[in-house]
T-cell receptor
């Protein structure tokens, strides 16, 4: 069974640009979660999507947004990039929201110059 | 109150020894406590998880001990091996079906010396 996949592996942008990160959940999983892992800050919850709807978001500004497609894959968009947005962005998936177990992908390393 | 405090920040253990990582929480509404293992350049992988109605759970060399009254839980790695060298994160959630949010500790970097 294939795990959670993310693309691209690395992304380099300059300040003010937009970044788009993609995630494909484990087959059969309908919930997708996004986390930011910045150096020294641990993993911070960003967004949760289920059945195409945003269900919850963490304490991040509105320039962090995303969507979930009918095939349950998801996209995270970060607008007006700032230097402090440099981090590893992790996507996780789970079966329907009734389960707590989240399985993580390898992440996308975003570097903002 | 939403925080999970993890200690130590780093740990060095000899091969064959026991590695112990501790986490503490304040919010008694937390009802799910997973541990994740993360190798450099990889995403976190679920190791083992526990719920508050159980005081201990063992899977192979990994054991979670849970103390509900003290609001603490810990990961014990028995017979630690160099391949266990990684960063370990504890986490907690309040019924993920409502929030989807795992709250993570700051992580512990474990080095197992051969």
């Amino acid at each position: 069974e294939a795990g959670v996949t993310q693309s691209p592996t690395h992304l380099i942008k300059t300040r003010g640009q937009q970044a788009t990160l993609r995630c494909s959940p484990i087959s059969g999983h309908t919930s997708v979660y996004w986390y930011q892992q910045a150096l020294g800050l641990g993993l911070q919850f960003l967004l949760w999507y289920d059945e195409g709807e945003e269900r919850n978001r963490g304490n991040f500004p509105p320039r962090f947004s995303g969507r979930q497609f009918p095939n349950y894959s998801s996209e995270l968009n970060v607008n007006a990039l700032e230097l402090e947005d440099s981090a590893l962005y992790l996507c996780a998936s789970s079966l329907a929201p009734s389960t707590d177990t989240q399985y993580f992908g390898p992440g996308t390393r975003l570097t903002v110059l | 109150q939403q925080q999970v405090k993890q200690s130590p920040q780093s740990l060095i253990v000899q091969k064959g020894g026991i590695s112990i990582i501790n986490c503490a929480y304040e919010n008694t509404a937390f009802d799910y406590f997973p541990w994740y293992q993360q190798f450099p350049g990889k995403g976190p992988a679920l190791l083992i998880a526990i719920r508050p109605d159980v005081s201990e759970k063992k899977e192979g060399r990994f054991t979670i001990s849970f103390n509900k009254s003290a609001k603490q839980f810990s990961l014990h790695i028995m017979d630690s091996q160099p391949g266990d060298s990684a960063t370990y994160f504890c986490a907690a959630s309040i019924g993920s079906s409502n929030t989807g949010k795992l709250i993570f500790g700051q992580g512990t970097t474990l080095q197992v010396k051969p």
